[in-house]
Structure formats: structure tokens, C-alpha cells
């Protein structure tokens, strides 16, 4: 993003939620948003999962000039590069996890095959092979927070966008949950931007940005990131969510 404004008109008064963003996400990055609620990271969120466009200024995703690109082609880029994740799962109740993991698949127009396939590999990737005709109701919150991590990799996306992925967890859970985002990460070399409140989360990122009124504050990298599978060892078991 280079000079990227966004301003809401509210009738009598404007809103400026972002000013002047200047910042680049290099490929393979994992990092973390971070600031007081109303100081930009979720608009910022919003331009990057091109579900807003910027009043002002240029972003580019993969050298792709997203301004220039009408409703049709943002969505289908926006469905070939990101997989979002959001704090609140959005699961269907009435549909099983492969069916939910599935779903994206769906609006690509994927062959059934295909998609069973697609679906059933990310749901091995987050640990829930086993669990794959389970319904909603049956699965922990950990649980559905993984099948929503597979439904965002269903196409295979470059990028990951998290909303506040651990917001509803636990601690024991949170951590695993980051875990598997490192893996993503690391093994994949999908490039994953988190926003969330709490600082510790951020740890596990390999850079954190802070936002306040709607400009970046620090953009700093974090020397020696959490390593999720050695804090988990040290955690206690009681009341652990798988």
C-alpha cells in the first residue's frame, strides 16, 4: 500500500480511518496487527481482503493494481489469493465439517472429486481427519476454529487473513491454534496477517504493526517469535480443548 487514505462519509461528518498507510507484506511474512479498537486495523483488513477499495492512494496484491479491477475480477482474485478467518467461525450448524470446509470449493465451481479431496486434505492438515462427519454442535470451540482454518485453505490461497483467530479460546487452545498457523506459515510458506488485541498472540508472529487513528505507529520484528509447540509443553493439561 502506498498513501492509502480511507474516508467514510457520514453525512455532516467524515471519518478518517486510515491516513496516508505506507507499508509493504513481503511473501512467506507472518505478521501481526495490532492497536486500540478504532485505530485503523480493521479497515486496514478490509483493504487487504480487497472487501473495501481505499478513498485515496494505490494497493497492489501481487503486483496487481486492485483499484484498477471492477466487483467481478476482485472477487476472483480475492478467491485464487486469500482464505479468511474470522473470530467467530461462521460455521453452518446444520452442515458437517468436510461440508463446511467444502463450501468455498463450491463457489469455485470445483468437480465433486475434486472437492471431497481438496476438503478432506486440509482437514488432515488441522488435525481433524477423524472428525470430518461431525457436526458443529459435536466440536469444541478449538475444534470449529480448525475446520474454519481448513475452509479458508480450500483454494488454496497464498495468503491468510485472521480476525482475531483465538478470541473465543482458551489459552491452551490459542496456542495450538498458532501452531498450526506457524506450520501454515513455515511449511506452506503461506503468508499470514493476524489482527488481534492480545500481545502475547502477537509474539508468535514474526513482525507486529501497530495501528492508532488510522496510522502505523511501529512496525517492529519480533527478534525471537513464540515457537507454539515448545510453549505447549510447558502448558497444564487441565482443562485442555482439542
Given amino acids: 500500500m502506498e498513501g492509502v487514505h480511507k474516508i467514510y462519509d457520514l453525512g455532516e461528518i467524515q471519518v478518517h480511518a486510515l491516513r496516508g498507510l505506507d507499508v509493504t507484506i513481503y511473501p512467506g511474512e507472518f505478521v501481526a496487527i495490532m492497536g486500540a479498537s478504532g485505530g485503523g486495523k480493521s479497515t486496514f483488513m478490509n483493504m487487504v481482503g480487497m472487501l473495501d477499495r481505499p478513498t485515496r492512494g494505490l494497493y497492489q496484491l501481487d503486483g496487481v493494481d486492485v483499484s484498477s479491477l471492477d466487483k467481478v475480477e476482485m472477487a476472483h482474485l480475492r478467491n485464487r489469493k486469500l482464505g479468511f478467518v474470522f473470530q467467530g467461525f ?133 527478534a525471537h517469535p513464540a515457537v507454539a509447540e515448545e510453549v505447549i509443553k510447558n502448558m497444564p493439561v487441565v482443562g485442555a480443548d482439542d
Fill in 90 to 222: 461462521n460455521l453452518l450448524s446444520r452442515t458437517t465439517a468436510l461440508e463446511n470446509v467444502e463450501l468455498p470449493a463450491l463457489y469455485a465451481r470445483l468437480p465433486p472429486e475434486e472437492r471431497i479431496e481438496r476438503a478432506r486434505e486440509a482437514l488432515r492438515i488441522v488435525g481433524l481427519a477423524d472428525r470430518e462427519h461431525h457436526y458443529p454442535s459435536q466440536l469444541s470451540g478449538g475444534q470449529q476454529q480448525r475446520v474454519a482454518i481448513a475452509r479458508a485453505l480450500m483454494n488454496r490461497p497464498s495468503i491468510l487473513l485472521a480476525d482475531e483467530p483465538t478470541g473465543n479460546l482458551d489459552s491452551r487452545t490459542s496456542v495450538e491454534i498458532m501452531g498450526i498457523f506457524q506450520r501454515l506459515n513455515k511449511e506452506r510458506g503461506i503468508t499470514l496477517v493476524l489482527v488481534t488485541h492480545e500481545p502475547d498472540i502477537a509474539q508468535y508472529a514474526q513482525r507486529v504493526i501497530t495501528f492508532r487513528d488510522g496510522k502505523i505507529r511501529r512496525d517492529e520484528v519480533v
